[in-house]
């Protein structure tokens, strides 16, 4: 179970990386965009259905139709929830970096039907919150386009801290040729990414496609300052 403030994390009200660029707004925007997409799908479908439901009831009183009245907003507070943590995940505020990748994983696991495992360092460590919402937000692209791109058979994501670093691996087992590999490592949504990471001092790096396999490696200090 976990404990809230489980993960200590400093504030720090302004970070000493490069500014945001056109290009990196424009990236976060199409996340959000694809999050009010996802709600209205949702959301807005099973509205429709619980309002036609409502309308019956009109004519007449029925045990099953109030059954399916429930099965429907429960459909709908679920899908709201989900979308509210698409949009900005609470988990990274309250409990820290390790339990929101936790979440994102499971959910693309329930939802795109990957395979997809994630194994968190459960040592107590430290992290200013800039640098856990930045990599929240890296991976949760990071995963998207590799799902949505590479068609992945398996994806391992490994998490592991030490005194003044944070390390994320990402395995990626795929049928995918060695330059569609490529393709996606010289993408301009990766360089975008790289550019968010050197703003905190971070970098993305890979090692060589083999067989069918490619690793992301990004690594960030613990600490801004």
Known sequence: MIKKGSQKENFIGSSSG????KETILLYERQLRDAAARIHTEVGQPLVALKMKVE?????????????IQRLV??????IKNSISDLSSPLVYDFGIVPAL???TDNLKNTKDVHIS????????TCDREISILLYRVMKILLSRITDQLDPEEITVD?????????????????????????????????????????IKGMLS???PQRGKIQIILQSPLHLS
């Open 74 to 79: 429960g459909i709908i507070i679920k899908n």
């Open 206 to 208: 890979f090692k060589p």
């Open 159 to 199: 998490f592991r801290t030490d005194k003044n670093c944070v390390k994320i691996s990402i395995l990626i087992n795929t049928n995918n040729p060695p330059q569609q590999l490529q393709a996606f490592m010289e993408s301009r949504d990766v360089s975008i990414i790289k550019n968010w990471m050197d703003s």
């Open 118 to 125: 994630f194994n968190g360092d459960e040592l107590p460590f």
């Open 102 to 104: 936790q979440w994102l």
């Open 18 to 21: 490069s500014s945001s660029t």
């Open 56 to 68: 019956m009831l009109r004519c007449k009183e029925s045990s099953e139709d109030y059954e399916e």
